[in-house]
């Protein structure tokens, strides 16, 4: 007998050994042995060319038997079993079609009975992305679901591990999305610091993570670590402190089945659920987070989630078809006022928020109509705080440049234009943001309001004047609701000297449309907002071009040439 096949021989003793013997079956990766000799024996089939079906049929049976056991196994172990687990996986994948053998059934018992518990070891974390990157492949066109299904507990896996494993996330991270994960994914992107929070929370009422299964909360009687999480966030202090009155702790401490935590600690992709941000658990932790230092994890989660939506943001774009990114902007805009209390934090992610919703628009402007409903309840809500007038404004902004949805949407572009000129309206007669009185807001902020007003104010009289410049039935309107903005003569002549110009140009059909119009195609004729086409000039009325608006001149135009020595004549 070889070298070789002795080798063989022990190996293959050792593995059947360990999945026969009962002293290993609660804990197989005790035995450090073990992990060597499955792996040598995969190795050997890799490595035989003439009979490795017949090696791999040989010892299927007993890395199989192996695997059952190991999953099954539910006491506390000094070595993690994911590392084994994963060894063997890799196993059923390259041998499968040899021995008939469905890896998805054990893939999913290894995310549900392994990872779920164990995903805070940073060895286990570590192999398994690696075990997933090399395997991508694979797992997208063999068991396309599998991941989508897994993306909360393997989301769970980076927030905890941090950026050290950043790098091999990104790498897969694109198997994550597909179209029953699309929608879902995306609020969980958002709270990755939240989930963070919850997670050191848990650990510092219940110990370590390893080992223990966050997602079987939802099914306890006594859910220990979420009662430690609501009572340190309402009372300062951990269940085990023994501080303070117990009957004050007692009475502050709400139901401990609070639904957001219940969500964010989920393992599994169970659909797109509400997130109930309005809980006073909720607010509580957060307020607790936003007053506390942060942790090394927390600062890292901060600036990884960015850059995931930077690529989760990508992939819509390119992939996502019109009617999931339809379904993903109303999301987009209720969560712009509802993100982890970190200053830059929610700038960043809003920034990418905002860029994205235009970029849709961009991409369907059919969207802005589609989307009417919430695009009206949003600009309705511009008063409420910053954040919800800088998202109106940009609203504002690409319900005017895409024309309230093209030409074929006149009732959706009417709806619009109410909502605009009622904004409008609104801003003239209350001359500031907001319903506190002028009294009680210090300078800086009265500067601030100011300015957001003259924005919002800008922003919505350049939509008005474009949206009746596509929808010429909407002029007589546009020309009240302007009227009244130029003879306001409000603090800020931005505003009202803009009203006054479009005013100007609407008395000029062809430049107003050269200025103001839409920049797509409409009726077979090409628009180039800003720029004056003067080849049209022996059709369309080209006089009185106010050059003053570009110069912001008053009086009248300065220049003394005629426009037949720049307008070419017919011959």
Known sequence: MSDRERDWDFYLRTVSNSARDSSFANDPASDPSLLHAVKKLCDFCRQEEKHSEDLVARVYPHINKL???????????????GIL???????????????????????????????????????????????????????????????????????????????????????????????????????????????????????????SLIGSNIASIQKSAAPEMLLALMDEAYTGSTIGDGGGDSESE??????????????????????????????????????AATNSPQSDRLKQILNIAPRL????????????????????????MARNSTLFPDKNYMYEVRRRL?????????????????????????????????????????????????????????????????????????????????????????????????????????????????????????????RVALGKVA????????VWRRARDYLGLMDDPAICLSVLGPSRPSYGHTHNPGRVSWNDGGTKMVAHIPFYILGEQEGPPFHDFSFSDVIPRKR
């Open 67 to 81: 695997f059952q056991r190991a999953t099954a196994s539910q006491t506390p172990s000094s070595s993690p079993n």
């Open 85 to 207: 687990l994963l060894v063997i996986l890799q196993f059923f994948l390259d041998f499968g079609e040899v021995v008939l053998h469905d890896a998805d059934p054990s893939l999913r018992t290894f995310f549900r009975s392994c990872l779920s518990r164990e995903f805070a070891d940073p060895v286990v974390a570590a192999a398994t992305l690696d075990f997933l990157n090399v395997n991508k492949n694979k797992l997208l066109i063999s068991f396309p679901n599998l991941l989508p299904q897994f993306f909360p507990l393997l989301l769970k896996l980076i927030a905890w591990n941090g950026e050290k494993l950043e790098k091999a996330f990104l790498k897969f991270f694109p198997g994550l999305v597909s179209p029953g994960s699309f929608l879902p994914l995306f609020p969980s992107l958002v709270d990755l610091p939240l989930i963070v929070v919850a997670l050191e929370k848990v650990e510092r009422s219940s110990g």
């Open 250 to 287: 007692e009475s502050s401490t709400i139901d401990v089945a609070d639904p957001l935590f219940l969500e964010i600690l989920k393992d599994e992709n169970d659909g797109l659920a509400e997130r109930h941000w309005t809980s006073p658990g909720v607010a509580a932790v957060l307020q």
């Open 309 to 332: 939506l930077d690529v989760y943001f990508t992939i819509a774009l390119r992939d996502a078809n019109n009617s999931l990114i339809c379904a993903l902007i109303p999301i987009l």
């Open 354 to 478: 905002l860029e994205f919703m235009l970029s849709s628009f961009q991409r369907s402007p059919d969207f802005i109509a589609l989307l009417k409903k919430p695009i009206v309840d949003r600009l309705g809500e511009a008063y409420d705080s910053p954040e919800k007038t800088e998202l109106a404004l940009q609203l504002c902004w690409a319900v005017g440049q895409h024309g309230g949805g093209g030409g074929s949407h006149k009732d959706a572009a009417r709806e619009l234009f109410e909502s605009l000129e009622l904004l409008l309206y609104e801003n003239l007669s209350s001359s500031r943001l907001g319903l506190r009185q002028e009294s009680a807001i210090n300078s800086d902020n009265r500067n601030f309001r100011k300015s957001s007003q003259s924005r919002l104010l800008c922003f919505a009289v350049t939509a008005i004047a474009k949206l009746a410049t596509y929808h010429r039935e909407l002029l007589p309107r546009a």
């Open 487 to 494: 003879r306001s003569r409000l603090s800020d002549s931005r």
